[in-house]
């Protein structure tokens, strides 16, 4: 399975129900961790750029960014339409209102990431902390860039239902674009160099626990963040969903759906869509997504043993839902 870097593909918003509970998981002490973390605001050394000269000589210091961050622009010209862009009083105005919107970076974006990076550090010592670099260029470039070494946020996409400015997606998806979603979104794509699958194994089922690890990983990483900016549906969605499993499951095994190797077919239900029709129009798009971490959440609750790092090396789809003993229930509290 590959996990993408765009945002479009991972979407959520305010908590109303929470499907998954924390009582499953580890307490992680990262008192004494030490960590030190290099952060550069490119955007802020970019609008200082007086002329395309300038505009230039910022892009061959930061010369990763052509090939990493902006990768759908001509960029023989991209000096100059990044100046003509800086210079448009609409984006100057813009420019400050997202600086308002995101505020504080250190208090609301840094300190959440140097948490969950410390978390990450415990389970992983080999963890080497990436490079982070904010950008502002009027969505010429990418809305997050992630790797092991090196995350790039995009501050202009997530400036929320109250920006001058939104970026040219569907509108189901915009609600997942406001600064609360960036901190998880980024933990979910660091999950993947941890995340182990069977690349043997193409069936629905493999990538659906595959996702589901990953939003497990984060959910260890930030436990007090909601499951709805994890996965990816609204509260009401959330809430919906979970009360349905049972329904959605029985679609799930009587359409023989979990061992679908198609690929057309295993995007219906995990590809990014305002709904799955097939199911009903009320079910949110993804839902092979949600059910994966519903499997992996009850087979750590029936498996209490197995550790984050087992989970996350376990590739066997199968396994893990036999060992789970899901079959569309809710949580046994309940």
């Given amino acids: 399975m590959t996990f993408l870097r765009n945002l479009t593909l991972f979407g959520c918003f305010i908590l109303l129900f929470a499907s998954c509970n924390t009582d499953t998981r580890?307490?992680?002490?990262?008192?004494?961790?030490?960590?030190?973390?290099?952060?550069e605001n490119l955007d802020r050394e970019l609008i200082k750029s007086k002329s395309v000269q300038d505009v230039q000589i910022f892009l061959n210091k930061?010369?990763?960014?052509?090939?990493?961050?902006?990768?759908?622009?001509?960029?023989?010209?991209?000096?100059?339409?990044?100046?003509?862009?800086?210079?448009?009083?609409?984006?100057?105005?813009?420019d400050t209102q997202i600086d308002t919107i995101i505020g504080d970076r250190d208090k609301n974006l840094i300190a959440p990431m140097k948490e969950a990076f410390k978390k990450i550090k415990v389970y992983y010592p080999e963890f080497k902390v990436p490079k982070?670099?904010?950008?502002?260029?009027?969505?010429?470039?990418?809305?997050?860039?992630?790797?092991?070494?090196?995350?790039?946020?995009?501050?202009?996409?997530?400036?929320?239902?109250?920006?001058?400015?939104?970026?040219?997606?569907?509108?189901?998806?915009l609600s997942r674009y406001q600064k609360e979603y960036i901190v998880p979104s980024i933990i979910f794509y660091?999950?993947?160099?941890?995340n182990q699958l069977d690349v043997a194994d193409p069936t629905l089922l493999s990538e659906m626990i595959g996702y589901g690890k990953g939003y497990e990983f984060v959910k260890q990483m930030m436990p007090d963040t909601p499951d709805s900016l994890i996965l990816g549906f609204s509260g009401d969605n959330l809430r919906r969903t979970y009360n349905s499993q049972l329904d959605i499951?029985?679609?799930?095994?009587?359409?023989?759906?979990?061992?679908?190797?198609n690929e057309l077919k295993k995007q219906k239900y995990i590809g990014e869509r305002p709904y799955t029709v097939e199911i009903g129009n009320k079910v949110p798009g993804g839902i092979g997504k949600w059910l994966g971490w519903r499997i992996v959440d009850m087979?750590?609750?029936?498996?209490?043993?197995?550790?984050?790092?087992?989970?996350?090396?376990?590739?066997?789809?199968?396994?893990?839902?036999q060992d789970s003993g899901y079959k569309g229930q809710k949580d046994p509290e309940e």
């Fill in 26 to 39: 580890e307490v992680v002490d990262t008192t004494d961790v030490q960590m030190d973390i290099s952060v």
């Fill in 62 to 94: 930061h010369s990763y960014l052509k090939a990493l961050y902006f990768t759908e622009v001509d960029t023989a010209q991209l000096a100059s339409q990044l100046f003509n862009i800086l210079g448009n009083p609409g984006f100057q105005k813009f």
């Fill in 132 to 173: 982070i670099k904010f950008m502002v260029s009027g969505f010429t470039g990418n809305d997050l860039y992630v790797s092991d070494s090196l995350i790039i946020v995009g501050l202009d996409f997530f400036g929320g239902p109250k920006a001058l400015y939104r970026p040219n997606v569907y509108d189901y998806q």
């Fill in 190 to 194: 660091l999950s993947n160099q941890y």
């Fill in 249 to 261: 499951w029985s679609f799930f095994i009587t359409n023989k759906l979990l061992y679908e190797k």
């Fill in 299 to 321: 087979y750590r609750r029936e498996n209490p043993k197995v550790t984050l790092q087992e989970l996350m090396k376990n590739g066997n789809s199968g396994q893990i839902l």
